[in-house]
Nanobody
Framework: QLQFVESGGGLVQSGGSLTLSCVASGFSLDYYHIGWFRQAPGKEREGVIC???????HTADSVKGRFTISRENVANRVYLHMNSLKTEETGVYYC???????????????????????WGQGTKVTVSS
Protein backbone atom coordinates (compact mmCIF):
# COMPACT_ATOMS: atom_id res chain seq x y z
CA GLN A 1 0.00 0.00 0.00
CA LEU A 2 2.82 2.37 0.83
CA GLN A 3 5.05 3.04 -2.12
CA PHE A 4 7.94 5.18 -3.19
CA VAL A 5 8.94 5.42 -6.84
CA GLU A 6 12.29 6.97 -7.69
CA SER A 7 13.19 8.45 -11.03
CA GLY A 8 15.74 10.71 -12.64
CA GLY A 9 18.77 8.47 -12.61
CA GLY A 10 21.03 8.05 -15.56
CA LEU A 11 24.48 8.72 -16.90
CA VAL A 12 26.21 11.94 -15.97
CA GLN A 13 29.77 13.12 -16.38
CA SER A 14 31.87 13.76 -13.31
CA GLY A 15 31.43 17.32 -12.19
CA GLY A 16 27.93 17.39 -13.59
CA SER A 17 24.58 17.72 -11.88
CA LEU A 18 21.53 15.54 -11.59
CA THR A 19 18.23 15.75 -9.76
CA LEU A 20 16.42 12.65 -8.57
CA SER A 21 12.73 12.54 -7.77
CA CYS A 22 10.71 10.29 -5.51
CA VAL A 23 6.92 10.14 -5.57
CA ALA A 24 5.07 8.78 -2.56
CA SER A 25 1.73 7.04 -2.77
CA GLY A 26 -0.46 5.53 -0.09
CA PHE A 27 0.78 7.96 2.53
CA SER A 28 1.44 11.63 3.04
CA LEU A 29 4.98 12.85 3.38
CA ASP A 30 3.79 15.42 5.90
CA TYR A 31 4.01 12.86 8.69
CA TYR A 32 7.22 11.11 7.71
CA HIS A 33 10.89 11.64 8.06
CA ILE A 34 12.45 10.92 4.69
CA GLY A 35 15.85 10.35 3.23
CA TRP A 36 17.98 9.50 0.25
CA PHE A 37 20.38 6.57 0.38
CA ARG A 38 22.98 5.17 -1.97
CA GLN A 39 24.25 1.67 -2.55
CA ALA A 40 27.37 1.43 -4.62
CA PRO A 41 28.32 -1.90 -6.23
CA GLY A 42 29.75 -4.26 -3.64
CA LYS A 43 29.17 -1.82 -0.80
CA GLU A 44 26.66 -1.35 1.98
CA ARG A 45 23.80 1.06 1.61
CA GLU A 46 24.51 4.39 3.23
CA GLY A 47 22.66 7.56 4.01
CA VAL A 48 23.16 10.57 1.79
CA ILE A 49 20.72 13.17 3.10
CA CYS A 50 17.80 12.81 5.48
CA UNK A 51 15.02 15.29 6.14
CA UNK A 52 12.66 15.43 9.09
CA UNK A 53 8.97 16.21 8.90
CA UNK A 54 9.91 19.57 10.41
CA UNK A 55 12.61 20.18 7.79
CA UNK A 56 15.66 19.45 9.88
CA UNK A 57 18.39 17.84 7.81
CA HIS A 58 21.33 15.55 8.11
CA THR A 59 23.84 15.60 5.29
CA ALA A 60 26.66 13.14 4.89
CA ASP A 61 30.04 14.82 5.12
CA SER A 62 31.03 13.47 1.74
CA VAL A 63 28.26 15.37 -0.05
CA LYS A 64 27.96 18.44 2.14
CA GLY A 65 27.88 21.59 0.07
CA ARG A 66 27.11 19.67 -3.11
CA PHE A 67 23.85 17.79 -2.48
CA THR A 68 20.57 19.10 -1.14
CA ILE A 69 17.19 17.58 -0.41
CA SER A 70 13.81 19.22 -0.91
CA ARG A 71 10.19 18.29 -0.48
CA GLU A 72 7.00 19.30 -2.27
CA ASN A 73 4.24 18.27 0.10
CA VAL A 74 1.36 19.13 -2.21
CA ALA A 75 2.80 16.91 -4.92
CA ASN A 76 3.99 14.35 -2.36
CA ARG A 77 7.45 14.38 -3.86
CA VAL A 78 11.00 14.40 -2.58
CA TYR A 79 14.01 15.54 -4.57
CA LEU A 80 17.72 15.01 -4.32
CA HIS A 81 19.72 17.72 -6.03
CA MET A 82 23.26 16.59 -6.78
CA ASN A 83 26.01 18.90 -7.96
CA SER A 84 29.67 18.34 -8.79
CA LEU A 85 29.18 14.61 -8.97
CA LYS A 86 32.08 12.26 -8.43
CA THR A 87 32.65 8.83 -9.93
CA GLU A 88 32.59 7.35 -6.43
CA GLU A 89 28.97 8.42 -6.16
CA THR A 90 27.87 5.94 -8.79
CA GLY A 91 25.25 3.60 -7.42
CA VAL A 92 21.59 2.93 -6.90
CA TYR A 93 19.84 5.73 -5.07
CA TYR A 94 16.84 5.01 -2.89
CA CYS A 95 14.33 7.15 -1.09
CA UNK A 96 12.92 5.95 2.20
CA UNK A 97 10.62 7.09 4.99
CA UNK A 98 9.65 6.43 8.58
CA UNK A 99 6.53 7.67 10.33
CA UNK A 100 6.93 10.39 12.92
CA UNK A 101 4.97 8.41 15.51
CA UNK A 102 7.28 5.44 15.12
CA UNK A 103 10.51 7.36 15.33
CA UNK A 104 11.47 10.80 16.49
CA UNK A 105 13.89 12.76 14.39
CA UNK A 106 16.55 12.12 16.99
CA UNK A 107 16.13 8.39 16.44
CA UNK A 108 16.69 8.63 12.69
CA UNK A 109 18.73 11.78 12.28
CA UNK A 110 21.97 9.88 11.80
CA UNK A 111 20.49 8.84 8.45
CA UNK A 112 21.25 5.15 8.81
CA UNK A 113 19.33 2.86 6.42
CA UNK A 114 18.11 0.52 9.17
CA UNK A 115 16.27 3.40 10.80
CA UNK A 116 13.86 3.74 7.89
CA UNK A 117 10.88 1.52 7.12
CA UNK A 118 9.51 2.21 3.67
CA TRP A 119 11.71 2.03 0.60
CA GLY A 120 11.50 2.68 -3.08
CA GLN A 121 12.95 0.43 -5.75
CA GLY A 122 15.86 2.71 -6.47
CA THR A 123 17.16 4.55 -9.49
CA LYS A 124 20.61 4.02 -10.95
CA VAL A 125 23.09 6.84 -11.23
CA THR A 126 26.29 6.37 -13.17
CA VAL A 127 28.94 9.05 -12.94
CA SER A 128 31.49 8.73 -15.71
CA SER A 129 35.01 10.08 -15.78
Amino acid sequence: QLQFVESGGGLVQSGGSLTLSCVASGFSLDYYHIGWFRQAPGKEREGVICLSSGDSTHTADSVKGRFTISRENVANRVYLHMNSLKTEETGVYYCAAVHVTRSSWTMVSSCAPKQYDYWGQGTKVTVSS
